[in-house]
């Protein structure tokens, strides 16, 4: 299994935010999250990259076997943990070129690689840049500094991309994307997926589900994943609305048979 | 009054054992020693000078120009002059010191080692016929109406007293005249190199620089002044220099103060910008223990342009002040200003940046931005812009920020595989590059990157990545 995760607790300021999560994905396996605002889905995002903010109370995470709660952001990073941000940070100052550059220098390093050629990594880049249809302006810009919504989110795809992760977790990457940009985000990621790599796919809708579509679909409500299901879930909810799913939750708190 | 008189108010003030009296020590000497090689003229405003330092004082921190700036360890010091009518006489770098400092894409150099001009590492050979460049002595023998038409006539010595203090002991410094309408294509250094030697009683050194740059119309060049001296010596370094930008002259001036962080240095700087001129300053200031830069700029001309760039990048317990002081006198003048300031340990910094917009400079337009960022909890900024604006159709700007690095940032660096330290560098790097990304002399930027890759932990990450 390359990610487990047990019992998780996990609060911010004294507040429990997540209260209980398990999951279990493997390599070549698409997951998806789904929950209403304040669910805690961004919380998991942030927890399995290492926030420090976020406290984890009670449970663990395993990632290819080993305590992830132990490693340092960067060290999961160069283990093959990547996170698309749902707020991507402006960087003024540092360009996406220099940043990408380091943080794959980085990866490469730790795994014993030397430093990137400069061509190849401008050929590496270009290639992938075509991936998510960006620009090349956008290259020597500081990273997302005065990018559109649609760019930010498309730069992460991009930075996905160029360093190739075992386990990519997509935090509402699809939150505010037009149609066109969706399918640019969708076909970007669909294009990354393989056997030896894995996506937790976090989202507020359905919609980018009908692009990337999911081998699991869990339903995340006040920090319990309340059922859990295949790709048909996420249309059942689009359908009936969280409304259904906190019932659900409602109906499990009272001790009655789930999903009757 | 006469030398002798005024030899005789030195001994009585220094018999009077203040703070000021060593300081006075050695200007009967220094006169004597000029004798016959300036005009009385000259003579006269170094008497001043003095005088005037001797009614001023040490500047204490209940005045408001020196509110948060203590000079003590400078009042409390016993310093020696090195030059003429002075015990040491002169004295020469060791081997192999001064060379680190030079820039090898200037066209010449001008070295004085403790103040004192140093021939044997200067080379003037590149310099095109017509522009001057020598040291402020050799200047008031050859070229006395070229100098008394603007020495001291800019910086004022009235209220400011290490100009007073600089202005009694002027005897050396660079001298610089481009003539109307030459174009100098190679920037032109002068290096002020501190031995950090002591006299015989192990008294550190003091130096006061004496520096004027004359550029006539529509002249062109670029300067590079560096201060500097070799790690954790202790000594005092007093300049003062006068810039004159005659009509459509075009200066890029770059000061690099890089002194040892057991030095201080109290710096005045006055521009005097003539119609239709264009100047740009580049003041990067890295060492020094107690630092002050006062830069005056005057736009007395329509039309000029200033741009006063600057860096400031302390730690341990260095302290640096900067008070900008730019007066608009006339109309269609625009100013630029952008300092930004990089504070870890227990360093301090002052930015005091006045605009100063006359009654008739209409069109006016002035920028100004000090921005500072503090590595540690215990560095402390002061930073205050003033504007006094005495005329009514003119756009000015002023804004001051004093941050920390973006934990959010930090956090995007980290989760993408860039290790803590390195993401933190990378960020201060980024903080800096929007003023090193501005100088021109390639030389100098390259220098400042390495600087920034040497002094940032894990910097050989962000030299990989830049």
Same mark, same amino acid.
């Given at each position: ?54 406290? /984890? ?8 076997g ?15 943990i &990547? ?23 980085a ?5 014993g ?11 590496? /880049? ?5 991936? /998510? ?9 500081? /990273?997302?500094?005065? &990018? ?9 795809i991009f ?39 894995? &996506?937790?796919?976090i ?29 048909e ?12 799913a ?15 | ?7 005789a ?17 050695g ?52 310093? =020696? ?9 002169t ?11 030079l ?8 070295v ?8 044997? =590492?200067?080379d ?43 202005t009694? =002991? ?20 002068v ?13 550190p ?13 529509a ?24 810039i ?21 240095h109290?710096?005045?700087f006055?521009? =005097? ?9 580049h003041s ?62 227990r ?6 940046g ?26 402390l ?86």
């Amino acid at each position: 299994m390359l990610l487990e995760i047990q019992n998780l607790h996990v609060s911010v300021d004294g507040n429990e935010i997540l209260k209980g999560v398990d999951l279990a994905l493997d390599r070549g396996e698409v997951h998806a999250i789904m929950g209403p605002n304040g669910s805690g889905k961004s919380t998991l995002a942030q927890v399995l990259a290492g926030r420090e903010e976020y406290e /984890v109370t009670e449970g663990r995470i395993l990632y290819d076997g080993e305590d992830l709660l132990e490693m340092a952001p960067e060290e999961r990073a160069r283990e093959g943990i &990547f996170l698309a941000f749902q707020y991507p940070v402006e960087i003024p100052g540092v360009s996406n070129t220099y940043f990408l550059k380091a943080a794959l220098n980085a990866i490469r390093k730790h795994r014993g690689e030397p430093a990137i050629d400069a061509m190849d990594f401008l050929a590496l /880049v270009r290639e992938k840049m075509k991936l /998510v249809k960006m620009e090349e302006t956008l290259l020597n810009r500081p /990273v997302n500094e005065g &990018f559109s919504g649609g760019e930010k989110k498309r730069n992460e795809i991009f930075h996905m991309s160029v360093l190739d992760p075992t386990l990519a977790v997509l935090d509402e990457t699809d939150s505010g994307l037009d149609i066109d940009a969706l399918r640019i985000v969708a076909d970007g990621v669909s294009s990354l997926r393989g056997p030896e790599r894995a &996506f937790l796919v976090i989202t507020h809708y359905q919609r980018i589900l009908n692009y990337i579509v999911p081998d699991r679909v869990h339903v995340l409500v006040d920090g319990r994943i309340v059922q859990s299901g295949g790709p048909e879930l996420a249309e059942e909810l689009e359908v009936k609305g969280y409304g259904w799913a906190e019932e659900h939750l409602a109906a499990q708190a009272a001790g009655a048979p789930a999903g009757a | 009054m006469g030398a002798d008189a005024m030899a005789a108010v030195t001994e009585e003030i220094r018999k009077s054992e203040t703070p000021e009296s060593s300081f006075l020590a050695g200007y009967g000497e220094l006169e004597r020693a000029r004798a016959g090689r300036e005009s009385e003229a000259v003579a006269k405003l170094r008497r001043r000078g003095i005088e005037r330092f001797a009614e001023l004082g040490f500047p204490s921190m209940r005045q408001e120009e020196w509110r948060f700036t203590n000079v003590a360890p400078i009042a409390k010091g016993d310093f =020696h002059r090195v030059g003429p009518g002075t015990e040491v006489g002169t004295r020469t770098a060791p081997e192999g010191a001064v060379e680190p400092w030079l820039i090898e894409s200037a066209g010449t150099h001008l070295v004085f080692v403790d103040g004192q001009l140093a021939p044997e =590492h200067s080379d003037l050979a590149g310099l095109p016929p017509g522009t001057v460049l020598s040291g402020l002595g050799d200047a008031l023998l050859e070229h006395p109406e070229l100098v008394e038409a603007h020495l001291a006539r800019h910086a004022s010595f009235e209220a400011h007293p290490f100009v007073a203090l600089n202005t009694g =002991h002027m005897a050396e410094g660079a001298f610089l005249f481009v003539p109307p309408r030459a174009l100098v294509t190679e920037p032109i250094h002068v290096l002020y190199y501190s031995t950090g030697a002591t006299d015989a009683q192990g008294r550190p050194a003091v130096a006061y620089p004496r520096n004027l740059m004359i550029l006539g119309e529509a002249a062109q060049a670029t300067l590079v002044e560096t201060y500097a001296g070799p790690e954790g010596v202790e000594y005092f370094n007093c300049p003062v220099t006068e810039i004159v930008c005659g009509p459509a002259a075009v200066l890029d001036h770059y000061k690099m103060q890089q002194e040892s962080t057991g030095a201080f240095h109290m710096a005045t700087f006055q521009l =005097h910008q003539e119609r239709g001129s264009s100047y740009a300053l580049h003041s990067i200031s890295l060492g020094g223990a107690l630092v002050r830069n006062d830069v005056n700029t005057r736009l007395d001309g329509p039309g000029c342009e200033s741009i006063l760039n600057g860096l400031y990048m302390v730690r341990g317990r260095q302290f640096v002040d900067h008070h900008m002081k730019v007066e608009h006198a006339a109309p269609h003048c625009h100013s630029f200003e952008l300092f930004k300031g990089i504070l870890d340990e227990r360093s301090r910094a002052v930015f005091n940046g006045l605009i100063h917009v006359h009654p008739g400079a209409q069109k006016t337009d002035a920028k100004q931005s000090n921005q500072n960022l503090l590595l540690s909890d215990q560095a402390l900024v002061n930073s205050h812009p003033q504007l006094l604006i005495f005329a009514d159709d003119v756009r000015c700007t002023h804004g001051s920020t004093v941050g920390q690095l973006d934990d959010d940032a930090v956090f995007y660096l980290r989760s993408r595989g860039i290790g803590d330290e390195a993401a933190r560098s990378l960020l201060v790097y980024a903080f800096a590059s929007d003023i090193v990304g501005r100088i021109k002399v390639s030389e100098l930027r390259r220098d400042l990157e390495e600087f920034l890759f040497t002094r940032l932990p894990k910097g050989e990450v962000v030299r990989q990545a830049v």
